[in-house]
């Protein structure tokens, strides 16, 4: 099984910063892209971020200057930096990451819980 722990949400007035976590565990072999994702109340998951485990990065145009995806290969844990947080950034943000893993089958997305950020006065 593999499993991801997010960590890092909050409260937060706008133009402040958040930094969000996520730390991989389980059988794991290799990890592919990992990323992030948020949902907003009434609206659909989108993407915010991605990192290939080459470090190539790929951002939505909504988050590009503010947000910074990073990894840390060593640790199996990416990095979500936001800056300059807007009220419309209020969501719950989910990591992925695609994982070959000793499971059934081998390869295949997880997700995390989801953590909250509220950017708000």
């Known amino acids: 099984q593999v499993q991801l722990v997010e960590s890092g949400g909050g409260l937060v007035q706008p133009g402040g910063s958040l930094r969000l976590s996520c730390a991989a565990s389980?059988?794991?072999?290799?990890?592919?892209?990992m990323g992030w994702y948020r949902q907003a109340p009434g609206k659909q998951r989108e993407l915010v971020a991605t990192i290939t485990s080459g470090g190539n990065s790929n951002y939505a145009d909504s988050v590009k200057g503010r947000f910074t995806i990073s990894r840390d290969n060593a640790k199996n844990t990416v990095y979500l930096q936001m800056n300059s947080l807007k009220p419309e950034d209020t969501a719950v943000y989910y990591c992925n990451a695609e994982v070959l893993a000793r499971s059934t089958p081998p390869r295949s997305h997880y997700w995390g819980q989801g953590t909250q950020v509220t950017v708000s006065s």
């Open positions: 389980g059988s794991i072999f290799s990890i592919y892209t």
